[in-house]
């Protein structure tokens, strides 16, 4: 009993301590969301920056910051206008009330105008600016007008001023603004909006200028905690810009702080070039920075002060959350946090794309299956339908009005119906005549023998049409529907492939640029789209612009080794501007290449050939050879031979199964006329990553494949296309070598050698005998071994194309590097 107590007491002390964690975690997160609920979403983080930008001055006497900062939150979030002028009030009371009074009437002012003439403003954006610095200025020449009873030109210097800076601030703020007041943001930060921000915040702070803490100015301490924020964030660039543009909003507001730009903008430097320190190393960016401006700064005597002061800063930079600085780094550009949502957005992105490309996939396929499903009725229930309509025409022109109807329909209706039904069969077999057995037997039966013969040879001829017409729509459907879920499996595949990516090749993506980072190669970004052996994907962006072969001559090396296989550059694309960055496409070598060569002549030397060929390049490793020979000579069969091709080739390329295709293109013939006009088709598919070879043979001649001494006969039984709508495509399977000539031909040169009995053992030993293995070579030698067999003469159109199996030797050897795993 006590070992069961003990065991069950554990797990609860378990279960305890990871739900008083959670709970932990969850109070902190509603205290987090409390806090964001407070000052953001109510607005009372306008009430706290109003009051400081309210005290904030520029050389101490002008304050152009009130204004500004009113009429921006009044256009973006006017609901919330007034906690911002409650703000700038109350902060400008703690100066002086006149300065209190002056906010107060400017804003009056500003609302009055601004509400009047709002109704002419096309652009409120661009004309808000214009209005602040015209009634700021007004206000500010008013105001000296009432204190002194006269205008000076330091007056309207100082209006002129005040004006100027009212204007430029309020640009600054409708673009700052919306940054600290929306809660959720997606787009990253351009420059000039981190600018702007930086700016703000510079100005806020110099809200502070004269607040101390045990003799530390909260001013320097707050500004050297935003350098140390800014530098870990987004390194020196980014921090050394915030270091100068808040101590130069510093020494406008006050002459002695001028020192101040000099060590922020060194702390930002220091900082950003320490940021691989994490914390630690930015706040001794700041404190190094500090010994050495403070000594040069304002004598022996504030040395100590000033170190505490940044002690004072370094201590609230430790002690901010990550949380926090992770989520203002998402922003910025260049920064890792950055990089990493901007990857997570594109995955999103590619899962979105990979749904909506399956539903695509799911309604092609349901397509598919309701054209198939429109042939389950059976052809025999359909024939006896149009039989009874055939008899009903029949006997409706003859029977009707005959005096032995019920005698033959009412009282003999089996007999009867048999015996017209074969004598429409016998008239359908034999172009209308009837055999005297059948017509002896039907003269007992009927009074009326050739008035039926008559109607029945009438109505013969639109009872076949109409039956032609039904197998032609119905061979229509069948075509429709093997296409239809042809698309249906090729979008299924590309969504398989997309959701393949999702697989989230992240780890690996980091392990790659660390590998080549650590070689001493720069590269910015890396996508992984497949690791999949023999068909590895992947996306870099590096910063060659000058493209002088670092892709080729680096890079693809180093990655063949981390791999494990041959990578090659795929595809370059450079920018207009040399220092641009540029995209590369790195994809798998394959493991073997194919050289061609081809002969061909059109019969008795004619420009025109009746046969077609082509050699495919297909997607993912495959490479197609293909025959055609249309049924004759000349233009027509030039014409059908070339129009199979095309159309097997633009099927093969979508990513159709071969089969499938082969169909596809058959019914396409089939379907299109009716003229007696056929094409055969002799198909090669070779994988080159393992050089396995499919051949599919549409009434053509046999291949051979030259291995050595040895011969290999590639022979399938399968009518030309066009000729039957519906046949089985027999595939033979042969795996070709590094060295192996593969060589095919048209049926002209096949059977062309003049007084040969058996073309096959003929050929073979033609092959047998060649001393080069140069396709061309190949291909014309054979072309002349037939044409010399027939003394010069061309019966008929020849082809012959012979395809050479080589091992793909890579041009750059590998450059070691420790190996990344394929999978995470």
């Known amino acids: 009993m006590e070992k069961a107590n003990v065991s069950f007491i554990e797990p609860v002390g378990e279960v305890n301590l990871h739900s008083s ?21 109510k607005g009372y983080l306008l009430v706290l920056i109003g009051f400081l930008l309210g005290r904030a001055l520029i050389l101490a006497k002008l304050t152009p910051f009130c204004l500004p900062f009113f009429a921006s939150v009044y256009l973006i979030k006017r609901d919330r206008a007034p906690l911002a002028l409650i703000g700038l009030i109350v902060g400008a009371a703690t100066i002086s009330l006149g300065n209190a009074a002056f906010t107060f009437a400017v804003t009056v002012l500003f609302l009055t105008i601004y509400r009047i003439s709002e109704k002419w403003l096309t652009n409120e954006v661009r004309s808000l600016p214009f209005f602040v610095a015209i009634i700021l200025g007004l206000g500010k020449l008013i105001e000296s007008f009432i204190l002194s009873r006269q205008l000076t030109l330091y007056d309207l210097m100082m209006a002129g001023v005040q004006s100027s800076l009212a204007f430029i601030l309020t640009l600054i703020f409708l673009q700052s603004i919306p940054l600290l007041t929306l809660n959720k943001r997606r787009q990253l930060l351009k420059t000039e909006e981190i600018v702007c921000l930086i700016i703000m915040l510079a100005s806020i702070l110099s809200g502070t200028i004269g607040w101390k803490v045990y003799d530390m100015s909260i001013e320097h301490i707050m500004s050297r905690y935003l350098v140390l924020v800014f530098s870990f964030i987004a390194g020196a660039t980014v921090g050394s810009t915030v270091g100068v543009v808040t101590g130069l909003i510093f020494s406008l507001a006050s002459v002695s702080s001028f020192y101040h730009m000099s060590l922020l903008a060194f702390s930002g430097v220091l900082g950003g070039l320490l940021k691989e320190g994490k914390k630690i190393g930015v706040s001794i960016g700041l404190f190094i920075a500090t010994l050495l401006i403070g000594m040069y700064g304002e004598g022996e005597g504030s040395i100590l002060q000033t170190v505490l002061e940044t002690l004072s800063a370094i201590f609230l930079f430790l002690l901010t959350p990550q949380v926090f600085t992770s989520r203002l780094a998402k922003y910025i550009p260049g920064t890792p946090e950055h990089t990493a949502e901007q990857q997570k957005y594109m995955r999103k992105m590619r899962d979105v794309t990979a749904q909506r490309v399956s539903q695509f996939s799911g309604v092609f396929h349901a397509l598919s299956k309701s054209f198939s499903q429109m042939e389950v009725m059976q052809e025999e229930e359909e024939n006896d339908r149009e039989m009874d309509y055939f008899m009903s025409n029949v006997t409706e022109r003859t029977c009707q009005t005959c005096f032995k109807k019920e005698q033959c329909w009412a009282k003999n209706f089996n007999t009867t119906y048999a015996a017209m039904e074969e004598i429409i069969h016998e008239m359908d077999q034999n172009d209308g005549n009837v055999s005297p057995r059948i017509a002896r037997e039907w003269d007992k039966l009927c009074s009326r023998p050739k008035k039926v013969y008559e109607t029945i040879g009438q109505q013969l001829t639109f009872y076949q049409a109409n039956l032609k ?17 042809g698309v249906s499996e090729v979008m299924d595949n590309f969504a398989k492939e ?10 690996q993506e980091e392990q790659i640029m660390e590998a080549i980072q650590d070689f001493g190669i720069q590269i910015e970004q890396v996508e992984i789209y497949s690791l999949e052996q023999g068909n590895v994907d992947i996306e870099m962006t590096v910063p060659f612009g000058n493209g002088h072969g670092e892709c080729e001559k680096l890079i693809a090396p180093m990655l063949s080794d981390i791999l494990g296989e041959t990578i090659i550059v795929n595809k370059e694309e450079y920018g207009t501007i040399p220092e641009e960055l540029c995209n590369v496409n790195f994809r798998s070598s394959k493991a073997y290449t194919v050289d061609t060569g081809v002969a061909h002549a059109a019969k008795d030397g004619g420009l025109v050939s009746g046969d077609s060929y082509s050699t495919i390049e297909l997607g993912l490793g495959k490479f197609a ?5 249309g049924m004759g000579n000349g233009e027509r069969a030039h014409y059908e031979s070339k129009e199979t091709l095309q159309l097997l080739q633009k099927i093969l390329q979508s990513g159709i199964e071969e089969k499938v295709a082969i169909k596809s ?7 299109r006329t009716t003229d007696e006009i056929f094409s055969t088709l ?3 598919m070779i994988d080159l990553k393992n050089a396995s070879a499919k051949f599919l043979k549409i009434g053509s001649t046999p291949s051979f494949i030259k291995r050595g001494n040895k011969v290999i006969k590639i022979q399938a039984s399968n009518l030309p296309m066009g000729i039957l ?5 027999d595939v033979v399977s042969e795996q070709l070598k590094a060295g192996d000539l593969l060589i095919m031909m048209s049926d002209g040169v096949f059977e062309g050698p003049k ?3 058996n073309y096959d053992l003929w050929m073979k030993r033609k092959v047998q005998e060649l001393e080069t293995d140069d396709p061309q070579e190949v291909a014309d030698l054979i072309m002349e071994e037939v044409i010399r067999s027939r003394s010069g003469l061309i019966d008929d159109d020849m082809t012959v194309t012979v395809a050479k199996i080589k091992h793909n030797t890579p041009k750059w050897a590998s450059i070691p590097l420790h190996k990344v795993k394929r999978h995470a």
């Open 625 to 629: 050879i293909a025959i055609s020979d």
């Open 21 to 41: 964690k959670w709970d932990i975690g969850k109070g902190i997160r509603k205290f987090q969301l409390m806090l964001e609920s407070f000052f953001i979403k």
């Open 682 to 684: 002799d198909l090669a």
């Open 725 to 729: 709508q519906e046949f089985e495509v």
């Open 665 to 671: 293109v058959n019914s396409i013939l089939s379907l």
């Open 755 to 757: 007084h040969v009995e």
């Open 498 to 507: 997309i959701q393949r990516e999702r697989e989230n090749h992240h780890k």
């Open 469 to 485: 017409l039904k197998k032609q729509v119905r061979e229509s459907r069948k075509l429709v529907a093997e296409q239809l879920l």
